[in-house]
């Protein structure tokens, strides 16, 4: 049975997302850490949900974490 709240197929591997993030993000505040988290998000679920549509919106979050720290 599929779970799409709790364990969406999307978000599925040998770890689950959210557990990468929330490592990435630790000891992160604010926006930083949303936007990095955004990042991991969208370049995982790419290939099975929104394709390059998923690539474009990773890259956008990376490129506001960019430009914040300039």
Do not use: C
Request: proline residues 1%; hydrophobic residues 35%.
């Amino acid at each position: 049975m599929v779970d799409n709240i709790n364990h969406p197929e999307h978000y599925k591997g040998k770890t689950e997302v959210i557990e990468m993030i929330e490592q990435l993000t630790e000891g992160m505040e604010g926006n930083k850490a949303y936007m990095l988290g955004n990042v991991v998000k969208y370049i995982f679920r790419h290939e099975k949900k929104n394709g390059i549509e998923d690539l474009k919106k990773a890259s956008w979050y990376l490129n506001r974490v960019i430009n914040s720290e300039n």
